[in-house]
T-cell receptor
Framework: GENVEQHPSTLSVQEGDSAVIKCTYSDSASNYFPWYKQELGKRPQLIIDIRSNVGEKKDQRIAVTLNKTAKHFSLHITETQPEDSAVYFC???????????FGQGTELSVKP | EAQVTQNPRYLITVTGKKLTVTCSQNMNHEYMSWYRQDPGLGLRQIYYSMNVEVTDKGDVPEGYKVSRKEKRNFPLILESPSPNQTSLYFC???????????FGDGTRLSIL
């Protein structure tokens, strides 16, 4: 079955720096890759997603890149702010199966 | 307001006492899913449903049951809870497979 590996598990950056979180997936049929942000004690919320027919997508300070050949995708956050501190999860699914498989999560800490 | 509502939010119970966690969405979503969240393991899918009367196993279905008799409701049933089911549970819904999922606020279950 599908497996999603996420790295690093923790990431600490200075305010204003960039942060990059990487995920790899095993099922070549996967075609939908969302990223969720979970603040402490809150529910996960979608921040950006990408589909397999696109290589990159941006939304203000957040971008996601996808390399289908290598089966990996990454989240890039530029000009980080303290409110970006949270746990970030990547996930992968395909339209046929119905399952959504999450990575283990990355705890991002942005220091003022 | 569009939302996914879970009840109860917190529950402490004992081994073997059947319990049900309810989940309801008001967005007319076809797809609904249950996840459990444990430290270091991310979100793991328990069961999902792509439509009324259609349910499928996720990655960790053992010890759980679900039903989807109506579009808006997707209860999670623990027939004989055990301590290893102590966890934070999230219900989520989306328009369909491979679409952004909206999460409920979570249910923290402690089984003694």
């Amino acid at each position: 079955g599908e497996n999603v590996e996420q790295h690093p598990s923790t990431l600490s950056v200075q305010e204003g720096d960039s942060a990059v979180i990487k995920c790899t997936y095993s099922d070549s049929a996967s075609n939908y890759f969302p990223w969720y942000k979970q603040e402490l004690g809150k529910r996960p919320q979608l921040i950006i997603d990408i589909r397999s027919n696109v290589g990159e997508k941006k939304d203000q300070r957040i971008a996601v890149t996808l390399n289908k050949t290598a089966k990996h995708f990454s989240l890039h956050i530029t000009e980080t702010q303290p409110e970006d501190s949270a746990v970030y999860f990547c996930a992968a699914s395909n339209n046929q199966g119905g399952k959504l498989i999450f990575g283990q999560g990355t705890e991002l800490s942005v220091k003022p | 307001e569009a939302q996914v509502t879970q009840n109860p939010r917190y529950l402490i119970t004992v081994t073997g006492k059947k319990l049900t966690v309810t989940c309801s969405q008001n967005m007319n979503h076809e797809y609904m899913s249950w996840y459990r969240q444990d430290p270091g393991l991310g979100l793991r899918q328990i069961y999902y449903s792509m439509n009324v009367e259609v349910t499928d196993k996720g990655d960790v279905p053992e010890g759980y049951k679900v039903s989807r008799k109506e579009k808006r409701n997707f209860p999670l049933i623990l027939e004989s809870p055990s301590p290893n089911q102590t966890s934070l549970y999230f219900c989520a819904s989306s328009v369909g497979v491979g679409q952004p999922q909206h999460f409920g606020d979570g249910t923290r279950l402690s089984i003694l």
